[in-house]
């Protein structure tokens, strides 16, 4: 059996490479592969996994990755992911590319799905919609249609029909990878001690640049590894992080938290993989199934539209109890605008609940994590002292 230890290590080497070795030698393992790159949050990666194309996640890039040219593309009062894509574009990072999906996040995403058509002409470019009325005979209908204009274009990066089989089979797939995603959570949220939230958010990440079948072959192995592996248990203090699920936060954010104190019990890191709450129905229609499943069972986010406004915040109250959390951490990405205004109607819906909460922001090339430390530490060191009173 593996070691916690190799698991990680592996995890760390691809979340460290720019340049996306692992998906280039994917691709060149066998000869007519093709990559289709997406932006975080969530897309229908079994459609493209259906036209037997490697759904490579793009998630900015990250802490070590020097902007130069990306800056002169956007103004400086947005976030940082847009630009630091375009540099790992202009850098011929992912010259090996072809396609690109841009999911409905947010203006900014959009407006780099532009970019990225003036940029790359020739490259298939979709900004991917999803619908803001879950009626199934409108926003459904609506869903099922960009679904089908999805896989018409997918269907011409890879040459070949996307069968209704190859997309049940592959919807299959994406099922036992989410149960272990999700298995993976639960572990964490049981024995945290043992599943340090670094090790689970490198995992995670792995999920975005290896095939799904060799992700869930590592989860697997995590999970017996981590569960036969023996930590200290710490009187920490149980939080969950949220506003993360666009642009990611460097490595070492996670790890202050953690050492100020806290185990991370939840997170809306790496959204795409635990988007749809429940598995998709592999028999029948599946690309209605794939709709349906958005519509009926799809988790909240800032970045998806909410119709009714007295939920704001349920689902976050829901989780702390849930996962038996203590507190929430705010952890917006500078100038994400979904993730900053639904803050304060996240923050009113905690305290109605009488659930300790803070919030601090960051960009993905945060450096000085002290002040982070010392703000998750005092929070922490605050719900132990009253709890107790």
């Not at 000869?31 to 897309?43: A, L, N």
């Not at 995670?204 to 989860?219: D, K, N, W």
């Not at 996670?254 to 993989?273: P, R, T």
């Amino acid at each position: 059996m593996q070691q916690v230890s190799e698991i990680i290590d592996y995890c760390q080497t691809l979340y460290e490479d720019l340049s996306f070795a692992a998906a280039r030698e994917w691709k060149a393992a066998e000869q007519g592969r093709k990559v289709v790159g997406y932006m975080p949050v969530y897309v229908p990666r079994e459609l493209i996994h259906a036209g037997g194309m490697l759904p490579l996640g793009i998630l900015g890039g990250g802490e070590d990755l020097e902007v130069i040219h990306g800056d002169a593309y956007y103004q400086s009062y947005i976030c940082r992911i847009p630009r630091s894509t375009v540099e790992l574009a202009v850098s011929k990072r992912l010259d090996f590319v072809d396609g690109m999906l841009f999911p409905s996040i947010c203006d900014v995403i959009r407006n780099l799905s532009g970019m990225w058509k003036l940029m790359y002409p020739e490259l298939y470019v979709r900004y991917f919609d999803v619908p803001q009325n879950y009626k199934d005979e409108i926003g459904g209908n609506y869903y099922v249609h960009e679904l089908q204009e999805l896989r018409q274009g997918l269907e011409g990066i890879c040459g070949r029909t996307i069968s209704d089989d190859d997309i049940r089979r592959s919807i299959a797939v994406y099922n036992e990878n989410r149960r272990l995603v999700n298995a993976v959570y639960d572990f964490r949220a049981r024995e945290p001690w043992k599943a340090p939230s670094w090790h689970v958010y490198l995992l995670m990440r792995a999920g975005m640049i290896l095939p799904v079948e060799a992700h869930s072959q590592l989860l697997q192995d995590y999970l017996a590894a981590a569960a036969a592996d023996d930590q200290p248990m710490r009187d920490n203090c149980r939080v969950i992080l949220q506003g993360m699920f666009c642009e990611q936060p460097p490595l070492n954010l996670i790890k202050s938290i953690e050492f100020a104190g806290c185990y991370i019990v939840d997170d809306d890191c790496m959204l795409v993989g635990r988007w749809l709450l429940r598995a998709v129905p592999a028999a029948g229609d599946p690309i209605a199934n794939l709709a349906r499943a958005f519509l009926k069972y799809s988790t909240e986010t800032a970045a998806k539209y909410e119709p009714d406004g007295s939920r704001k915040g349920r689902y976050l109250i829901e989780a702390v109890r849930q996962r038996g959390a203590e507190g929430v951490i705010f952890a917006a990405p500078s100038f994400c605008d979904p993730a900053l205004l639904d803050r304060p109607m996240l923050a009113n819906a905690l305290t109605r609940e009488n659930i300790p909460h803070i919030s601090f922001k960051y960009a993905e090339n945060s450096g000085q994590m002290q002040p982070i430390r010392e703000q998750a530490g005092t929070f922490a060191d605050s719900i132990k002292l009253w709890s107790e009173a």
